[in-house]
């Protein structure tokens, strides 16, 4: 079973500028943050989604997780991560047998799969207090302090990925230590090590900064085409060439004084394609 936990709002940094909502229903692109974390999780599983209790969910996107196969489970407020991970597998009667737990506000294109006890690692370069993770310690999972986020010398951090093979051993873990998820992860090792599996394609949407860098690099793709980000480049691609060529006569056509408000074309590839370069984001789009 696939647990992905969102059963708590974003904070006021976020809620300030995109209304209150749990994470996995954050905007990116043209879509909710969900439907790419659907996309990465395998068909054949049973997947679950924690949402805060009185959270009122759109007709849309009721309808929108059901054609997904996403079961929505929606647990009490004001839970830690640990009680609101023991209470959904209480409601679900899931007690035995393997768990896959996916943060709400993480997206990883890259996931392991056919592993057990395992956590994903990715590298960060910014100062928030992501855990980490050392297998030669006693107890592996760790929360940075102050000194690690000024010398960023944790550079590995866990991504909000595990993979365990035991959940009754995690129920009883996290019991023990009283709620606490991280705490209640280093009991489980301590009877069933967990090894660590870096990831490269990770985008974390779970601070203010790094939501907008991550939306720069997860393109708005529709039905009739796809999108990639290369280096601040975002290249669009499609296999329907009178829609491209649509677009990029729409960009051409643009009147002079209304040019710098929009993406401003660059050189369209042979076979119609465009490339445009947005002046205030200074992104380029190819297609």
Known sequence: MFLITSAAYVDQEFSSELGLLPPAFLPVGNRRLYCYQREVLPDDERIVLTLPEHFSTPDYDRRLLESLGVEVLFLPEGLRLGESV???????GHASGPLHILHGDTLIYDLPSGQLD???????DDNYAWAFFDARAPEPFGRPQPTDLLSRRMALVVNGYFVLSD??????????AR????????????QQPIAPVECAQWFDFGHLHT????????????AFNQMEVVEGCVHK????????AAEANWFVKLPA???RFAPQLLSPPPGGGVSRRHP??????CA
């Not at 959940?167 to 023990?176: G, N, V």
């Not at 499609?238 to 491209?244: F, Q, V």
């Not at 205030?280 to 789009?285: C, E, L, P």
Request: aromatic share 6%; proline share 2%.
């Open 86 to 92: 023991i209470c959904a597998l209480n409601l679900l």
């Open 118 to 124: 395992v956590v994903t690692l990715s590298p960060v």
């Open 167 to 176: 959940t009754r051993l995690l129920i009883q873990s996290i019991t023990r």
């Open 179 to 190: 709620g606490d998820f991280i705490v209640g992860l280093n009991r489980y090792a301590g």
């Open 211 to 222: 939501y907008y860098r991550s939306k720069t690099h997860v393109g708005t793709t529709r």
């Open 237 to 244: 691609r499609s296999g329907d060439a009178r829609k491209m």
């Open 257 to 259: 004084e209304l040019k």
């Open 280 to 285: 205030a984001t200074r992104s380029n789009i």
